[in-house]
């Protein structure tokens, strides 16, 4: 019997892919229609993975009792699921970014530092200047931090609270989004803050841990969620306002606006059964979804790699073409099997029995960050 949560694996594979998609197309084309240009640009991928985030973290350790020992096994937990591919991907970045920078050794040093230590997200001018996905690891590793506080802020309320709380964290991610279209004159940095400060991001985590706590009070535990055309419904909008709501509205789609429904899809998701519920809970549904922070992590190393092998061979740089997208994905999920059973897992393992993890933890939930 799997877990209610195995439900919800297959999204990220959703959300990891459609990231990479993102990556390895160009952001604007002259002669393209505003709405093609517009979804060149416009993702709600991250977002996804951080109100995951926390709901699962809350079916996982929401009950833990907050002393030193389980905030080590916790910590040793988190950083096993996502630091050694996470370090993967910036070892194999990295003889593009020291061929970029020979002649700046300081440079070079100090944005090592502050990616090893996953301290980029705090850093605007920073956050993407080795291997860019890595900057929502560097958050969701602060989020990890806020989390027992979260716990020990949250568990206890009740269920019109916990909606409140709900409400507030979306209204503060919006209001984020809300301030930087409004003075979207700020510049590049700004914009970069926006995208990925820890802080500016939390309300994401915020109210993925409410509605995880809510799931707990069966307050999601509603017939209209448990309804059969629910979750085709829930797809369908969320996918219909992604792709129809105007140009101006990407800022708040990027930082949340999507996360009530993303609720609403969790909630619904763990509650299929039949056909449906067999099909999310597949095994190769399950695969898809275990490879997914492969996917999202190793991406864009991969690309440049493959992208310098085909240019060697043809004599033309393809990267961003709409052939090359096709190459790059297959190459990816070739890769990402066998970094998951071969890397990430012997290695979660490893950290996890080096640095005194116990069984009873060692079949926590994936997440992957973004």
Not at 139 to 160: D, E, I, K, S
Request: a positive charge.
């Amino acid at each position: 019997m799997g877990r209610p949560t195995d439900a919800l694996t297959g999204f990220r594979f959703v959300a990891a892919l459609h990231v990479l998609v993102l990556h390895e197309t160009v952001d604007w084309l002259p002669d393209a229609s505003t709405w093609l240009n517009t979804m060149l640009m416009r993702t709600a991928a991250v977002s996804f993975f951080f109100v995951l985030s926390g709901f699962v973290l809350v079916q996982a350790y929401g009950a833990a009792r907050w002393r030193s020992p389980a905030a080590w096994r916790f910590a040793v937990g988190r950083m096993a699921r996502l630091y050694p591919l996470y370090l993967l991907g910036l070892l194999l970045y990295a003889p593009f970014f020291v061929a970029k920078h020979l002649g700046e050794p300081l440079y070079v040093l100090k944005t090592w530092f502050v990616h090893v230590f996953l301290l980029q997200a705090w850093f605007p001018d920073l956050a993407c200047t080795w291997n860019c996905p890595g900057w929502s690891v560097s958050a969701t590793v602060f989020f990890a931090l806020a989390f027992p506080l979260l716990c020990f802020l949250l568990r206890r309320r009740g269920t019109a609270a916990l909606w409140t709380v709900l409400a507030a964290a979306f209204a503060a991610a919006q209001l984020g989004a809300w301030v930087y279209v409004h003075h979207s004159d700020m510049g590049a940095l700004a914009t970069e803050v926006f995208h990925k400060n820890p802080l500016v991001r939390l309300p994401e985590f915020i109210v993925g841990v409410a509605a995880g706590f809510l799931w707990k009070r069966d307050a999601l535990d509603v017939a209209w969620l448990k309804a059969r055309p629910t979750l085709a419904l829930l797809g369908a909008a969320i996918l219909g306002l992604f792709l129809w709501l105007p140009a101006g509205w990407s800022p708040y789609v990027h930082n949340g606006l999507l996360a009530p429904l993303f609720v609403a899809l969790i909630a619904t998701s763990i509650h299929r059964s039949g056909r449906t519920g067999a099909f999310l809970r597949h095994p190769r549904v399950q695969h898809l979804g275990r490879v997914s922070f492969a996917v999202y992590i190793l991406h864009i190393p991969i690309a440049r790699y493959l992208a310098g092998i085909l240019a060697g061979v043809t004599g033309v740089y393809p990267r961003w073409t709409p052939t090359f997208v096709l190459i790059d994905v297959l190459v990816v999920l070739l890769v990402a099997g066998p970094a998951y059973h071969r890397f990430e897992e012997p290695m979660r393992r490893w950290v996890r029995a080096r640095f005194g993890a116990p069984k009873s933890l060692k079949r926590t939930p994936q997440v992957a960050a973004s």
